[in-house]
């Protein structure tokens, strides 16, 4: 089994990959963060307003993939938030632009490296259940696969994690209710709901939304599913937030396109950095506890 040894190799080798990418990044600051956040499309003006921010395009990253998407900067700040140290991702890949699983989630290792045991990921998504408005920020509850990969497909490193991990609590449950309480605190119409990830890059078409509702997704997006199962493998807890940037296909009687889903990001990102500001110092407070 040639290819299987050679398959187990290049699994090895993201360990050290992951960790040099770490060892750059903790050469830069003397930050040491335990929270990471993912800004989505649209998402990215929380990175403007961090203190003490040292930032680090992803091409001068070690072993780092770029982004290519609009609305992606494409850079790593070590910053504070609320008082909070945090590593802020402007910018993430997906396998619509086609880079591998293994790349996708290269980020989330390197977190892991760096010692970071909890991830805010957020995403652009659309709203699937009717009772949503665009504009409105959605804790998730739970996610449905259906991107046809896992990241975690091929040999096992168990320095990252168990072959087998489990995923009945993807979203931690006390990260949902301290994210509730504080939007709701905030006076921000809070929703939870169950996030389908689904390839793109093309949207979806009427049916295939009905299909989505009927099989229990409130929302949907491209993202965040690879990132959550390298993350739970790892054993990270996670928060994941979607902004209902537009109406899934077919809700209502119009096309779907992507500057409104930067359009919207940009309009609630007030709200949307509020919310971060209030859960943050709780979620360190939480991995304390
Ligand atoms: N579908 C898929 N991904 C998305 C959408 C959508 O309607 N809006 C933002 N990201």
Do not use: W
């Not at 802020?88 to 980020?107: C, D, K, N, T, W």
């Not at 975690?152 to 168990?158: F, S």
């Not at 709701?184 to 389908?196: K, P």
């Amino acid at each position: 089994m040639k290819s299987g040894n050679n398959s187990r190799r290049a699994a090895g080798r993201e360990f050290a990959r992951a960790e040099a990418a770490a060892k750059f990044i903790r050469a830069k600051t003397k930050l040491r963060p335990r929270i990471a956040i993912v800004l989505g499309s649209g998402l990215g003006a929380f990175a403007e307003g961090l203190d003490l921010a040292t930032r680090l395009p992803y091409a001068r990253i070690p072993n780092f993939p770029r982004s290519t998407a609009i609305g992606h900067a494409g850079q790593l700040l070590i910053g504070k938030s609320a008082g909070i140290a945090v590593a802020v991702m402007q910018g993430r890949v997906h396998l619509y632009e086609g880079y591998s699983p293994a790349e996708v989630i290269f980020p989330m290792r390197v977190f892991a490296r760096l010692g970071i045991s909890a991830v805010v990921i957020t995403n652009a998504a659309g709203g699937i259940n009717m009772s949503l408005k665009p504009g409105n920020l959605v804790i998730l509850r739970d996610h449905i696969n259906l991107l046809g990969r896992n990241p975690l497909t091929g040999p096992n490193d168990d320095r990252f994690g168990p072959r087998f991990p489990d995923m009945s609590e993807a979203y931690s449950k006390s990260f949902r209710a301290i994210a509730l309480e504080e939007g709701r605190r905030l006076g921000i119409d809070m929703h939870e709901g169950v996030y389908a990830a689904v390839p793109g890059p093309s949207y979806e078409t009427p049916a295939e939304i009905r299909y989505l509702r009927t099989i229990g997704a409130d929302v949907v997006g491209m993202s965040t599913v690879p990132g959550v199962i390298a993350a739970r493998h790892m054993g990270i807890r996670v928060l994941g937030i979607s902004c209902v940037t537009n109406m899934a296909a077919g809700v209502l009687d119009k096309p779907l396109d992507h500057d409104e889903v930067l359009q919207t990001g940009n309009r609630v990102s007030g709200q949307f950095i509020a919310l971060l500001h209030a859960v943050l110092p709780r979620l360190e407070a939480d991995l304390k506890a």
